[in-house]
Nanobody, 118 residues
Framework: QVQLVESGGGLVQAGGSLRLSCAASGRIFSTHRAAWFRQAPGKEREFVAAITPSGSTNYTDSVKGRFAISTDNAKGTVYLQMNSLKPEDTAVYYC????????????WGRGTQVTVSS
């Protein structure tokens, strides 16, 4: 069983930056794909970014060039660096992991709130 705990959310002005962290209960990122999702009020949860054990990344179009996902397997942590934040980035951000080869993300954190003021 993998446990994930997010941190780093908060209130920031538009144009500012935040770095989210997600600590896993073990050094799993050599075998698990990690991702960040977000859910804004009244909206469905959406994919934000993902990273594979080899370091390949992909992003939803709305965050390309502004957000960066990375992992530190020694620390068992995945990060989401968010720059040039916009009010529409306001959401609860969740990290999730899945074993390579699985279709669905198996483990989820409880989320961290990010609020961007205009």
């Amino acid at each position: 069983q993998v446990q994930l705990v997010e941190s780093g959310g908060g209130l920031v002005q538009a144009g500012g930056s935040l770095r989210l962290s997600c600590a896993a209960s073990g050094r799993i990122f050599s075998t698990h794909r990690a991702a960040w999702f977000r859910q804004a009020p009244g909206k469905e949860r959406e994919f934000v970014a993902a990273i594979t054990p080899s370091g390949s990344t992909n992003y939803t179009d709305s965050v390309k060039g502004r957000f960066a996902i990375s992992t530190d397997n020694a620390k068992g942590t995945v990060y989401l660096q968010m720059n040039s934040l916009k009010p529409e980035d306001t959401a609860v951000y969740y990290c999730a992991v899945k074993l390579i080869g699985r279709l669905e993300y198996d483990y989820w954190g409880r989320g961290t709130q990010v609020t961007v003021s205009s």
